[in-house]
């Protein structure tokens, strides 16, 4: 029996690795501070794919795609989930006097807060107001390059804003800034538990068994002496 529950800690363990493994990234996040994104000591032109950032969103343009899921049964469609992409400024403190872009995508129920704060921005760009207001979003995002597709929509946006194809190329960076929710992943959780039960058993069952091997051994040594 201590030899099964053993073998079970081990099969925990395995899975323990394959859940772990599968969300390496929330993993790595837990465990490290955020840059700031418009910090002075984070240049985006280094910007790269796997950082992992904390913005606080107070300038946005349009959103210039969205991404429904949905599943069909074959007459109806039925939406699960919604997802915004808006294509967010950021200042280099290497080289103040331009405005990059990359984007940032939002979940359906951020969608109003990004919305208003892009009307705050167009009221800025348009002089109607003197700054970009007191509107901000706040969340931790972790960078990933952008897929072909979306970013030719992004390019398009700016194109039809009437940027030419030389300054896009230079200023609208291709990644999307994706929000992480370290609140809320099964595959962490589930890992991290299966990794205590597994290595509990483990150790426990061997320690169990080294000891009953140790009593057979001395029980035989007992015997040979009579």
Same mark, same amino acid.
């Given at each position: 029996?201590?030899?099964?529950?053993?073998?079970?800690?081990?099969?925990?363990?395995?899975?323990?690795?394959?859940?772990?493994?599968?969300?390496?990234?929330?993993?790595?996040?837990?465990?490290?501070?955020?840059?700031?994104?418009?910090?002075?000591?984070?240049?985006?032109?280094?910007?790269?794919?796997?950082?992992?950032?904390?913005?606080?969103?107070?300038?946005?343009?349009?959103?210039?795609?969205?991404?429904?899921?949905?599943?069909?049964?074959?007459?109806?469609?039925?939406?699960?989930?919604?997802?915004?992409?808006?294509?967010?400024? @950021?200042?280099?403190?290497?080289?103040?006097?331009?405005?990059?872009?990359?984007?940032? $995508?939002?979940?359906?129920?951020?969608?109003?807060?990004?919305?208003?704060?892009?009307?705050?921005?167009?009221?800025?760009?348009?002089?109607?107001?003197?700054?970009?207001?007191?509107?901000?979003?706040?969340?931790?995002?972790?960078?990933?390059?952008?897929?072909?597709?979306?970013?030719?929509?992004? $390019?398009?946006?700016?194109?039809?804003?009437?940027?030419?194809?030389?300054?896009?190329?230079?200023?609208?960076?291709?990644?999307?800034?994706?929000? @992480?929710? $370290?609140?809320?992943?099964?595959? @962490?959780?589930?890992?991290?538990?299966?990794?205590?039960?597994?290595?509990?058993?483990?150790?426990?069952?061997?320690?169990?068994?080294?000891?009953?091997?140790?009593? @057979?051994?001395?029980?035989?040594?007992?015997?040979?002496?009579?």
């Amino acid at each position: 029996m201590k030899s099964v529950l053993r073998g079970i800690g081990i099969f925990m363990l395995v899975l323990s690795v394959v859940f772990l493994g599968i969300s390496f990234d929330n993993v790595a996040v837990r465990v490290k501070k955020p840059a700031d994104l418009y910090a002075d000591d984070y240049s985006v032109e280094e910007m790269s794919s796997g950082d992992y950032l904390h913005v606080d969103v107070y300038a946005l343009l349009d959103c210039y795609a969205v991404d429904d899921w949905y599943t069909d049964d074959g007459n109806t469609k039925t939406y699960t989930d919604h997802n915004f992409f808006y294509p967010l400024p @950021v200042f280099d403190v290497n080289d103040p006097e331009n405005t990059y872009y990359v984007s940032i $995508k939002a979940h359906e129920e951020q969608k109003s807060k990004f919305e208003s704060i892009a009307d705050d921005t167009y009221d800025f760009l348009m002089g109607a107001e003197s700054d970009f207001g007191e509107n901000v979003f706040s969340g931790d995002y972790r960078v990933m390059a952008m897929e072909d597709e979306l970013y030719k929509y992004m $390019k398009e946006y700016f194109m039809e804003l009437g940027d030419d194809e030389e300054t896009i190329e230079k200023y609208v960076l291709p990644y999307n800034l994706i929000p @992480v929710n $370290k609140d809320n992943d099964i595959g @962490v959780v589930i890992g991290v538990v299966l990794l205590s039960l597994g290595a509990f058993l483990v150790i426990t069952m061997s320690i169990l068994i080294k000891r009953e091997e140790k009593r @057979v051994c001395g029980s035989s040594s007992g015997l040979d002496k009579m």
